[in-house]
């Protein structure tokens, strides 16, 4: 029998995929790539909708499906080595956070970003330009990284650096995946004196209490989160808990610890889905967790003790927390807004809160300048995320208005979350868009790389 | 791409000039639905139901379709992915209604009546679905109607083309699932429109516009099963068990 072009396409499984929020399915044939040359031949793999590269799926939304084309599972190519004379590491994409910090912190050694959950990955970090609570310090993931290896669908390989390529790497921090799959890259990472970090916590009853906190002390801190009390109302709208901290000097610890100050332990405490009832997270016990977070917080506390899991990942300890919001699913709505849009950021908390459509996880942070990536999120101001559960039939025209409030003052929602804005924002969102198409149609001329968010706000 | 919360960006409607598909359409089109695709019978008809949803940025297009000609429907479905792209959204929208006189008279119109109602949405709906596995998403809303929970006296012959195409429609959504697409049921009751016109209205009858609200927010929450009025489907849960010389006095109704 003569062989067709179809004949030899390569028989991947085809498996139903979602974000972290689990919400939108769509199918795509899957690849599974266990090193940075099958990832490479996996963006290139014959496809009639193109191909996009996953890694451990913790966007909330659709940035890591593409329906009917093909996804290239990452998460098999984990390798890193690092260079203990400079901290700095090479890593496959595949490589996660959880799987570094095991490497990296005995030595002495931390990641230079790390976002609230240590399950993302080296290629995920850069494709969404991740933060964490050192943005005012230290810039977002790809402000750290010294260069990438980028697998293009015409099956070529290109190395780029800030200084060889600007225009490409900049595209591809905070890119979404959409100019080339990242295979590996080479970062520096930041030496940290201890695997504890000296804590303090100061809450505040009210929205302009914790500006005032993080305006005027972020300064002092490397690290900076407030955690925002999404269902207080009124005199208590916007109350918060804010915790700030550095790593500790090793003669910071406890007299035990100092003769072992690396150690480093990360477990999940809870995984199995049975463990987290499907819809255990509804406004009642929304409200009732919320209130007991607040209560048992300190009015003021110095110099506590934490451990990085601790501080860092709380959420971690439940792995499949995402369970909790039932089989419809949930998503997050994170926007940045400029330092003077104090108002418009109170009318947005206000509006999330008096709709009691919200919710569990939502953190507010001071972010610092913004790096030149055209779809890099951060800018300076404040950000804010909140979490919404899916199935109010109310929540659609909620977060429009608020999207419109957002846009009002320049402000933008981060795509890593995003699971429903209007593509009609982009541009006004992300003023250097345009030049972003450029360089995407400059390596990517057929559109091939593709996802469902690329389709959905028109970016492929 | 269907977003988080149910909205679509695009739709196609086979039956293109039915009153309520086109109240389902006005409500997508105000929310992010920019690609509308009108598929039917009757071109001057579906000019007129294009130019009704006529908004800044949404593109509408016309399309001819024959319910009637199975053999055609997965060719003709194909080309219309082909030419308009990702269709998030397929409303399955036509079906004729007949009268028990006609029936009685002409019995073979009876069966023109189950082939389009029936073997039409069949066939047209698997055509879909291949179009839907091949994008590797959709949503299929097929409009049944609460006549296919219990037939009754006065439009049986049209009742058992919804129980059929019901029952059909809620094992292909159970087959797609797996897959990401999505298949909803809408079991209208009685509804104002140009199908039913000079009929004495049922009990809870409601609207074109009342059934679109109730599949909007259907699509937002998931729903498989939507009824309109959402009452429906609690005195169905006790009409379709009444025994039959009761359905029979409540029926006539």
Not at chain 1, 214 to 231: K, L, P, Q
Request: with cysteine; charged share 20%; net charge negative.
């Amino acid at each position: 029998m003569a062989s067709t072009s179809a004949d030899r396409r390569p028989d991947y499984p085809v498996e139903r995929l979602t974000g972290w929020g689990n919400t939108a399915p769509t199918t795509a044939r899957v690849v599974h790539a266990h090193s940075p040359t099958e990832i490479a031949a996996g963006v290139a793999a014959p496809s009639d909708r193109g191909a996009v590269a996953r890694g451990l799926g913790r966007c909330y939304g659709d940035a890591a499906q593409n329906a009917g084309g093909v996804v290239v599972d990452t998460t098999g190519a984990g390798e890193f080595s690092l260079d203990p004379a400079t901290g700095v590491v090479t890593a496959s994409a595949g490589a996660s956070i959880d799987e570094l910090l095991r490497g990296l912190v005995p030595w002495g050694f931390f990641v230079p970003v790390t976002p609230g959950t240590r399950y993302v990955t080296v290629g995920g970090a850069i494709a969404s330009d991740i933060h964490g609570k050192n943005h005012h310090k230290a810039g977002s993931w790809c402000d750290h990284v010294l260069s990438f290896r980028l697998a293009l669908p015409d099956g070529s390989i290109r190395s780029v650096t800030p200084e060889s390529d600007p225009a490409l790497f900049w595209a591809t921090a905070g890119g979404m995946g959409l100019t080339g799959a990242v295979i590996d890259a080479t970062f520096r990472c930041p030496t940290i004196g201890s695997s504890r970090l000296v804590v303090d916590t100061d809450r505040s009853d009210d929205l302009d209490g914790v500006l005032a906190l993080m305006t005027e002390g972020d300064d002092a801190y490397d690290y900076s989160v407030a955690w925002i009390d999404m269902m207080a109302t009124g005199r208590h709208l916007g109350r918060s808990v804010l915790q700030r901290g550095w790593f500790a000097a090793p003669d910071d610890l406890p007299v035990g610890d100092r003769a072992n100050p690396f150690a480093y332990r990360a477990d999940v405490l809870v995984s199995a889905p049975a463990l987290v009832p499907s819809g255990v997270l509804n406004p009642l016990t929304i409200r009732l967790i919320d209130e007991v977070w607040y209560r048992k917080a300190p009015k003021v506390r110095r110099g506590e003790i934490q451990t990085i899991p601790q501080f860092f990942h709380p959420l971690d300890m439940i792995g499949t927390w995402n369970n909790g919001y039932g089989p419809r699913g949930f998503l997050q709505w994170q926007c940045a807004l400029p330092l003077d849009a104090v108002d418009e950021l109170r009318r947005i908390v206000e509006l999330l809160s008096t709709s009691r459509t919200t919710s569990f996880v939502n953190v507010l942070k001071r972010f610092g300048p913004g790096n030149p990536g055209p779809l890099s999120f951060p800018m300076e101001g404040w950000t804010l995320s909140v979490d919404v559960a899916v199935g109010n039939p109310d929540v659609a025209r909620l977060l429009d208005e608020v999207d419109d409030l957002v846009l009002a003052v320049g402000g933008r929602l981060y795509l890593a979350k995003d699971s429903r804005m209007k593509g009609s924002m982009l541009r006004a969102m992300y003023p250097k868009l345009d030049e972003w198409r450029a360089v995407k149609a400059s390596v990517d001329p057929d559109n091939r790389l593709c996802s469902d968010l690329g389709r959905r706000l028109g970016l492929c | 791409m269907k977003d988080a919360l149910g909205s679509v960006q695009s739709a196609l409607v086979l039956g293109g000039t039915s009153d309520i598909a086109l109240a389902i359409v006005r409500r997508l089109v105000d929310d992010r639905c920019a690609r509308v695709v009108l598929a039917g019978r009757d071109p001057g008809g579906l000019e007129k139901a294009a130019a009704g949803l006529s908004r800044e940025g949404v593109e509408v297009a016309t399309t001819p379709f024959d319910a009637d000609d199975a053999e055609h429907h997965a060719a003709q479905i194909a080309a219309i992915f082909a030419e308009h792209g990702d269709l998030d959204l397929v409303l399955l929208a036509f079906g004729v209604l007949g009268t028990q006189d006609g029936f009685d008279a002409d019995p073979a119109s009876a069966s023109r009546v189950v082939h389009t109602n029936l073997g039409g949405a069949v066939s047209a709906s698997l055509a879909v679905a291949q179009q839907f596995r091949r994008q590797g998403h959709g949503t299929l809303v097929v409009l049944s109607s609460v006549a296919a929970e219990r037939a009754r006296k006065s439009n049986y012959v049209y009742g058992a083309t919804k129980a059929g195409l019901d029952a059909f429609a809620q094992g292909l959504g159970d087959a797609l699932a797996p897959l990401g697409i999505d298949v909803m049921v809408v079991r209208p009751g009685f509804v104002h429109t140009r199908m039913t016109e000079g009929m004495d209205a049922q009990p809870f009858a409601t609207t074109p516009d009342a059934v679109a609200d109730a599949v909007v927010r259907g699509l937002r929450r998931g729903a498989t099963t939507v009824w309109a009025p959402g009452i429906l489907r609690w005195v169905f849960a006790v009409m379709r068990h009444l025994p039959r010389p009761v359905w029979r006095i409540v029926s006539a109704r």
